[in-house]
Every structure is written in structure tokens, then in C-alpha cells.
């Protein structure tokens, strides 16, 4: 097989898309949860666990889709897991009771990580260290745009066709993007790596956490993750009866989070090449703790509007762009050969801890928004401590 040097921009979009499909599936619906709670006659909590059991299931997908690509290659592993999330979309459309509609969010959630580990992995096995980070960073900030709009898309459907058609939406893009990587998806996998089971499996990743540095960043990573989980979780709920705005209301307050990110993702991606790797990691953290500070700031001195929410949230957002893409490229650049275990293992981290979170906030939130704040800030500390715990940062920016 020839060696690719380079991805095109087209296919960049289509990982990018192919990388968002289970966070927009997942976040899609949230503006419909107080529907959904009603609709079944549910309690918060349970309703909760059609987002939160989602993001679980993102995490046994990424370990179970990166370990399979490593052996048997990225695109038909790649092509099983759209495959999956299509069967899940109709599954959830069809559903009558709460229950159905729980197991058929997690089948569909499973499906839809493959592309959030794959993705990175297919542009670690192409580009270097240095590179990826550049080219993730493109990519993140294309993926990330499609979920973070998502729950603006979802309260219009639910507004004039019904929450259940959020599904059918998900299905039809999903097909859509089966189709066309079927077309023009290339395997990049240079060496297969055998897999003999799940003891084989287990014995890499504990591999992998043998190693500090790579610990260092995967733990960034998650809990930079956790402090959006965190965030997306509640803010549906606080908007509703806590700032008494409308459930639509929340997916137009909720762009400024995208615009965030993708200003982090421009500097990421603009500064790759001079600032190293690590010291952009730092910056990142470092802002991303200073805005959820900011934010408990105002709601300390009074200011109760969404917008003082939303804003200096969006400034975490904006460091968690710039940390996200380079931690998840210097992650799996620790193991090239086991790439697709290292993104599988790091993506598990993401959304297993930001599962508990999401389930958390719903368990301790008091009517005010002081303790999802205090979790995110919790968060943003621990991901800047694990990072430099793991990892010495270079002094020096090259140029």
C-alpha cells in the first residue's frame, strides 16, 4: 500500500462530520429533555439517563472501536459503527415507552463514537506528532460545530414537527456519510497489530497507563471534556427554572459556546507551528479555569441574565479549543503503533467521567447554578494539575 502523505480538505470535513455524529446525536435532544420528562411522565433523573447513559456508550464504543481498527483496519471499522447508529436512530424513533427509548440512545451513541476515535487516529497514521496536532485541530473545530449548533437544530425541530424526529435527521445524516466514505475513504493503516482478545486488549491499555505522559494528557483531555459535559447537562434545566427562559431559548444562548471553541481551534491551529505543544496545553487550561472563575464571579456580585452565564463560559470554551486538540494529538503520538488504542482509550476517559458528571449535576443541582459551576471549576483545576503532574512543559517556544 502507498505511504499517504496528506489527507484532502474534503475528507478532513467528512472525518470532522463522521467525528460529530454521536455528540450531535447526543446533544441534539437536549432541549427536549423537560418534553420528554413530561411525555413519559418521568422524573429528572431518568430522563437524565437518555443523555448520560448516551455519553457511557461513547465510552465502551471507543474502547471497543480502536483495538478492532488497529487489527482488521480503519475503514470497514469505521463503516460498522455508521452502520450501528443508523440501526439506533430508528430504534429511538420507534420507541413508545422511556425505556425503549434509553436502550435505543445507547445503541445509537455506540455507533456513532467510532468516529470520534477514528477520526484521530486515521490522521496519526498519516501526519506526525507536530502536524496532527495542526490537522486535529482543523478537524475538531469543524466536528465541533455540528454538535454545539445541534441543540438549536433540535429545539426547531421539536417546535414544528416533534421531538421525535430529531432522530430521523440523525438517521438520514448518517446514511449520507456512509455513503460518501464508502466512496472515497482510503485505509491508512500502514501495519496491522493482532488482536488476540480482550486479556490482549486490557494488556494494551494498561500499557499505555504505565506510561506518565500519556496519562498526563489523556486525563487533561477528559477533564477539560467534563467541564462541557458538565455544562450541557444542566444548562437546558437552569435556563428553564432557574433564569425562567423558554426551552428554545437555550440553543440560540448555546452558539456562543461553538464561537468559542472555534476561536480557541483558530489559535490552536494558527500558533501550531511556534508555540509548542505543551506550552499551548498550559494556555489553554489556564484560560479555561480563568473563565469558569469569572463566571462564579458574576453570579456572586448579582448578575443572574444568561448571558453572564454563557459568556465567560465561553471563554473556558475558547481555552478548552486550543488545550483539546493538541493534548489528544501529543496522547496518541506517546504510542504511534498502538494509535487507535491510544484515541480509543483517551476518548473512554472523556466520556465515561463526563457521563458521571452529566448524571451528577442533575443529582446535586439545588435551584441555583452554583453547583454545576463549582463541578466545572473543579474540572478545569484538576485537567491543568493532571497535565502538569504528567508532563514536564518545555520553557521555551520554538520559532
Excluded at 53 to 81: C, E, H, N, Q, W
Excluded at 191 to 210: D, I
Amino acid at each position: 500500500m502507498p505511504t499517504r502523505t496528506s489527507l484532502s480538505k474534503t475528507l478532513i470535513v467528512l472525518l470532522a462530520a463522521t467525528s460529530a455524529l454521536g455528540p450531535a446525536a447526543m446533544q441534539i435532544l437536549l432541549p427536549a429533555l423537560p418534553v420528554i420528562k413530561e411525555t413519559f411522565e418521568v422524573s429528572t433523573e431518568v430522563a437524565q439517563l437518555t443523555l448520560s447513559l448516551s455519553m457511557l456508550a461513547i465510552a465502551l464504543g471507543t474502547l471497543f472501536y480502536g483495538p478492532l481498527s488497529d487489527k482488521y483496519g480503519r475503514k470497514p471499522v469505521m463503516l460498522l459503527g455508521l452502520f450501528i447508529t443508523v440501526v439506533g436512530s430508528v430504534f429511538c424513533f420507534l420507541a413508545n415507552t422511556i425505556e425503549l427509548l434509553i436502550i435505543g440512545r445507547f445503541i445509537q451513541a455506540f455507533g456513532g463514537a467510532v468516529g470520534l476515535v477514528l477520526a484521530r487516529a486515521i490522521v496519526r497514521d498519516v501526519y506526525g506528532a507536530q502536524e496532527a496536532a495542526r490537522v486535529i485541530a482543523t478537524l475538531v473545530m469543524v466536528m465541533v460545530v455540528i454538535p454545539m449548533l445541534s441543540p438549536a437544530l433540535g429545539g426547531e425541530i421539536m417546535h414544528r414537527i416533534g421531538w421525535e424526529y430529531v432522530f430521523v435527521v440523525i438517521a438520514l445524516a448518517c446514511i449520507l456519510i456512509l455513503l460518501l466514505l464508502s466512496k472515497s475513504l482510503p485505509e491508512t493503516l500502514k501495519e496491522p497489530v493482532p488482536f488476540t482478545g480482550t486479556v490482549a486488549m486490557l494488556k494494551n491499555y494498561g500499557l499505555l497507563f504505565k506510561s506518565r505522559a500519556f496519562c498526563g494528557y489523556a486525563f487533561c483531555v477528559t477533564f477539560v471534556s467534563v467541564v462541557f459535559f458538565s455544562f450541557i447537562s444542566a444548562a437546558p434545566e437552569i435556563m428553564v427554572s432557574v433564569l425562567d427562559r423558554p426551552p428554545t431559548e437555550y440553543g440560540y444562548y448555546f452558539v456562543m459556546i461553538p464561537l468559542g471553541f472555534m476561536t480557541g481551534n483558530y489559535f490552536a491551529r494558527h500558533y501550531g507551528r511556534r508555540v509548542e505543544l505543551n506550552r499551548m496545553i498550559t494556555l489553554g487550561a489556564s484560560i479555561g479555569v480563568g473563565g469558569i472563575a469569572l463566571a462564579i464571579l458574576l453570579q456572586v456580585i448579582g448578575f443572574h441574565q444568561p448571558i453572564a452565564l454563557f459568556a465567560p463560559v465561553a471563554l473556558a470554551v475558547m481555552g478548552n479549543g486550543i488545550t483539546l486538540p493538541n493534548a489528544q494529538a501529543a496522547a496518541i503520538n506517546e504510542f504511534p503503533k498502538f494509535a487507535g488504542s491510544a484515541s480509543g482509550l483517551t476518548g473512554f476517559l472523556q466520556m465515561f467521567f463526563s457521563a458521571m458528571a452529566a448524571q451528577l449535576v442533575a443529582v446535586i443541582f439545588n435551584g441555583t447554578v452554583y453547583p454545576l459551576l463549582i463541578m466545572m471549576l473543579c474540572a478545569s483545576l484538576l485537567s491543568l494539575v493532571c497535565f502538569r503532574l504528567g508532563v514536564r512543559v518545555s520553557s521555551k517556544i520554538s520559532t
